[in-house]
């Protein structure tokens, strides 16, 4: 059976974290507050940003949107590159769309930047499109923009599958109907991922060929 396969980014694809967590640092510096360490950091790799700056900062809208500025002036021109992909995650690409697969995007980052990402690995081949927020923050929610992404390409949901390491790429296929794939080389703990109601765990990008396989 061909799939349609929907991949988050971050964490899953690829591990931007140096770029983001450096960008986070950056931004409160620049704001005047104290820069997080390294185990708050480390949960901030896969949500919204704007809900990531709510949380680190209990600010208002108007302090998150300018935490969200002071973090593009670093993640824009360095930040963005500052990634590395997962060990097997190319070679699992190439063979997936080999199969004839339909490969996605989806993920809560803007897409320029997400674009820009992915063809910098070179990965462009590969995927239909990809799919993310705007700068101005619509469809940052995983859900909505799942939901987006399913109506404009027509996806066939019995046939789809949400491939994530996070609780909200889970979530937001649960909604909708979509077989939801947890993947533990992520940000995501194995209990995160299943009490938001995985279908299954991989723990390689080789498990999860094996498991689509099947």
Known sequence: MKHTLLFDLDGTLSDNRPGIC??????CVRLGRE????AVLHGCVGPPLRETFARLLGAD??????????YRERFATLGWSENEVYPGIADM??????????????TSKPRLYAQRIVDHFGFASHFVAVYG???EGRLDDKRALLAHLIER??????????????????????????????????????????AAG????VATPAELETLLAR
């Open 22 to 27: 450096a960008s986070i640092r950056h931004a």
């Open 35 to 38: 820069s997080p360490d390294d």
């Open 61 to 70: 809208h108007a302090m998150v949107e300018r935490a969200i500025e002071h």
């Open 93 to 106: 690409l190439a063979r997936l769309r080999e199969a004839e697969h339909a490969l996605y995007v989806c």
């Open 133 to 135: 927020a705007d700068l």
């Open 153 to 194: 390409e027509g996806v066939d949901r019995s046939k789809a599958v949400m491939i994530g390491d996070r609780m909200h790429d889970i979530r937001a296929a649960k909604m909708h109907g979509v077989r939801a794939v947890g993947v533990l080389w992520g940000y995501g703990t194995r209990a995160e991922l299943v």
């Open 198 to 201: 995985a279908d299954e765990l």
